[in-house]
């Protein structure tokens, strides 16, 4: 599993979510049958916790303690928590970006519960 190019378009999708898609959420989204999409609620989870530990990922890598091996076991132990491949996050991100406005709410959503976790570990 390649972490590392994951946690690059993580860091990437940011600045593009204005700039590409669907601009209303009156537009069905395409390319992605009912099964196969990540509830928005759980999306946002999964989101948060993804880039919780690219924090922690990139702390280590500043430290020179990163392990890759460590690294690529951490997203598989997330993807299995969530019931999900990386593939299917990925197929989510393209689906969800075609509604940007959407796309925004659910960053704004991950933002949010980053924050609230900060205050609640003393470091907001």
Not at 44 to 70: C, I, Y
Not at 107 to 124: E, F, L
Request: contains cysteine; aromatic residues 8%; positive net charge.
């Amino acid at each position: 599993m390649k972490c590392f190019p994951l946690a690059i378009l993580f860091l990437m999708i940011i600045p593009v979510i204005h700039s590409c898609g669907s601009h209303g959420s009156s537009e069905k989204k395409k390319g992605l049958p009912a099964d196969s999409i990540i509830p928005e609620k759980k999306f946002v989870s999964l989101l948060t916790d993804v880039h919780l530990l690219e924090a922690g990922l990139m702390t280590q890598r500043n430290k020179g303690q990163q392990d890759r091996k460590w690294a690529e076991d951490a997203y598989k132990s997330l993807f299995i928590r969530y019931h999900v491949t990386r593939g299917q996050v990925m197929r989510n991100l393209e689906y969800y970006q075609q509604d940007t406005k959407q796309f925004s709410r659910i960053y704004d959503t991950v933002i949010s519960h980053i924050n609230k976790q900060k205050v609640a570990k003393g470091k907001g």
